[in-house]
């Protein structure tokens, strides 16, 4: 914002121009924001790769019951062919 001020005197027409300018308040205001915003996507990220890690170890395990289930089956099939 420009500030005009005039003074008057013996002397000839005198402006006067002050500006001001902010702090950059504003500057640090953006800078928290942007700050908070990685913090909860940096969040967001680590606890969809646990999921992930989770849903693969269920997956995993339940493909080895099948497994050992299927190994059973076979296991009786072939004491019932003796």
């Not at 003074?7 to 700050?35: A, C, F, M, N, W």
């Not at 339940?62 to 003796?82: F, T």
């Amino acid at each position: 914002m420009i500030e005009e001020r005039t003074t008057y005197s013996d002397q000839p027409h005198t402006t006067t121009v002050i500006e001001r300018k902010s702090g950059g308040g504003g500057t640090i205001l953006i800078g928290v924001v942007l700050l908070i915003a990685v913090i909860i996507g940096a969040f967001y990220l680590m606890n969809q790769n646990r999921n992930e890690s989770a849903q693969t170890k269920a997956i995993t395990g339940a493909a080895e019951s099948v497994s050992d289930g299927a190994k059973k089956v076979g296991d009786a099939a072939q004491k019932a062919v003796e």
